[in-house]
């Protein structure tokens, strides 16, 4: 919307949209935390594009994330994680969480659905705007008995002696 006169609003909302989208910065103020994706992603929900989404955690709090209304479920996590580790960067330090143990052991969850396949569209599943998403611990495969031991592997599986006689070894000195 660059270069557009003040008065000339009109032209891309209705003053029906415009009211809402005022009332919701005025409850999330972007100041110096709001960044220009965090205005478009508002903007987005409220124009239909985009849907913001609750996620529960196991502790009980909650927070929210903006994706768009035909994502995948791959899109969601990337959400999740890119909240999660911006969360870290500016109040915790700088710890680093292993996402590939997180997602191994946990899902979300929307209703009795578990959001396990990556490429499931979120609309599948039932999600809309404003609906809320929970952490659930994921039983893997290898949890419910189906997962196959790893083969053993040896690393000088050809060099095992064997019971052969040499020609020198046979022979009698007397």
């Known amino acids: 919307m660059l270069g557009v006169r003040r008065g000339d609003m009109g032209t891309y909302f209705k003053r029906s949209q415009f009211k809402p989208l005022v009332s919701s ?42 994706v768009l209304t035909n994502s995948r479920v ?5 959400a999740v994680v890119k909240y999660v580790d911006h969360l870290e960067q500016s109040e915790l330090g700088h710890k680093r969480i292993s996402w590939q143990h997180v997602w191994g052991h946990f899902c979300l969850c929307h209703g009795t659905e578990k959001l396990v396949d990556d490429d499931a569209r979120l ?39 064997t019971d052969r006689k040499t020609p020198a070894s046979t022979a009698s000195f007397s």
């Open 74 to 78: 791959r899109d969601l996590k990337q």
């Open 123 to 161: 609309a599948g599943f039932g999600i809309r705007n404003n609906d809320q998403l929970r952490f659930e611990h994921h039983v893997s495969l290898r949890d419910e008995g189906q997962y196959l031991r790893a083969k053993k592997r040896r690393f000088f599986h050809g060099l095992i002696k």
């Open 25 to 66: 910065f005025r409850e999330d103020p972007v100041g110096t935390a709001g960044t220009v994706a965090k205005v478009d992603s508002l903007i987005g929900v409220e124009l239909g594009t985009s849907m913001k989404l609750s996620i529960l955690k196991l502790d009980g709090s909650h927070f929210d994330v903006v």
